[in-house]
């Protein structure tokens, strides 16, 4: 009996040592696996990189300043994954924006090649793709990383165009600027905005003083993830409008992106840095406080948002949006009803700028906008339904990394 017993532990203690003796060779041969992706990322030009492995499954994080369009940093990121990597290793992928975890992508590296091979289709290599906003056993992971993208200067030259239909002596009133913009990341989060505007064109009648160099958005926002996929944005500063103060949102996602509430709560002032020729009335301060609901219909990348509340000039009223996204284009069609019983609707669009990739940082970079955004009102003098802008509005973030549509886009760039 005691033989036997002996017999049994000495068979489990070389199991164990066996296993271990394994495990160990697995890590050795995956660390210069690692070390050679993080290079190869940094050297096409991503940020906060960084490649562990938990398991037998590698993870990779990193953050893409360098492709207009998300989905195709994950394609050329694809690539270099593939060609640096020798064995078929699970593959689960996070994409961060100003360091912040973003979608989580899971993946098979032998699926990849059967797919390069043309042993499988694009739609049959996406559907073994899984996209998600969060991932319980790999969102404690983000640690330390390599390139790190804070106090990099981003210099972004911004169009602005406005243009106004009415029966007045110049049926058409526009203004172009040219707004030049510095993005700096501070922190995890934590951002910094400026932006001068530089007047080319101005013919709208009510705008005395708008045709000299005068600044625009000067904000410094942080950005927080929460738990739950609990979003938070904090800016203060000067923002559009001429409004100077603080603000902050709060929006929370349901079903993997698909549904969403928020709040967006403002206490501002009336600033100009330029001296005004005509009274202006909204020189008090002003409270705003808007809920929000979306609604996302996938078939479509379909979004319809409602938002009720004390728009700016304590102005009580609704706004309804409906946003379109065919792929980097963003189409969408509004109305805003208001008291004391004032209507107003309009369109707006989003369209991308060339290149599709940008410079490779080092220091500085200089680059156009990623696209250019126009919104126009039926009735463009009448200030029902108004708000400011900050520059960091979520619903704009978060658009492109909603799990289905990135899953849809990819597809595409895969083709």
């Known amino acids: 009996m005691l033989d036997n017993l002996l017999k049994c532990s000495l068979s489990v203690l070389c199991h164990v040592a066996l296993l271990f003796c394994m495990l160990k060779t697995v890590t050795a041969q995956t660390e210069p696996v690692k070390e050679s992706i993080a290079c190869e990322l940094i050297a096409e030009g991503f940020e906060n990189v960084f490649v562990i492995s938990k398991d037998s499954t590698l993870v990779i994080g990193y953050e893409n300043r360098r492709f207009r369009f998300e989905p195709r940093g994950l394609v050329e990121a694809l690539k270099i994954i593939e060609r640096t990597t020798v064995n078929n290793f699970p593959l689960v992928i996070i994409i961060s924006y100003q360091k912040i975890p973003m979608l989580y992508i899971s993946l098979n590296l032998v699926d990849y090649r059967d797919f390069l091979t043309g042993q499988l289709s694009v739609d049959e290599f996406t559907e073994m793709i899984n996209i998600s906003m969060e991932n319980d056993d790999f969102s404690a992971l983000y640690g330390s990383v390599e390139n790190n993208s804070q106090f990099k200067a981003d210099f972004v030259i911004l169009p602005q ?234 619903i704009e973030i978060m658009l492109e990394y909603n799990p289905d549509f990135f899953l849809k886009r990819l597809n595409k760039e895969l083709q």
């Open 161 to 394: 165009f406005r243009a106004q239909f009415g029966n007045f002596d110049q049926p058409v009133q526009s203004n172009i600027n040219i707004i030049p913009e510095m993005n700096i990341l501070l922190a995890k989060g934590l951002s910094l905005k400026t932006q001068v505007i530089v007047p080319v064109q101005n013919s709208f009648l009510l705008d005395n003083g708008e045709s000299e160099v005068r600044p625009g958005i000067m904000a410094i926002n942080q950005m927080l993830r929460l738990e739950d996929n609990l979003f938070l944005t904090a800016s203060a500063g000067f923002f559009t409008m001429d409004r100077v103060g603080v603000n902050l949102e709060f929006k929370k996602y349901f079903a993997d992106g698909k549904i969403a509430i928020g709040t967006n709560i403002g206490y501002t002032a009336f600033y100009t840095f330029i001296p005004k020729q005509i009274e202006y009335f909204e020189d008090d301060a002003y409270f705003t406080g808007l809920l929000s609901a979306e609604y996302r219909y996938q078939p479509y990348d379909l979004t319809g948002r409602i938002q009720f509340g004390n728009f700016l000039y304590n102005d009580p009223g609704v706004r309804f949006d409906i946003l379109r996204q065919f792929g980097e284009v963003n189409i969408g069609f509004f109305c805003i009803v208001s008291q004391p019983s004032e209507f107003n609707g309009g369109f707006n669009f989003a369209i991308p700028l060339p290149p599709g990739k940008f410079m490779k940082f080092k220091y500085m970079r200089l680059r156009q906008a990623d696209k250019f955004t126009w919104e126009y009102r039926a009735k463009g003098f009448v200030k029902n339904g108004t708000i400011y802008k900050t520059g960091n509005e979520l």
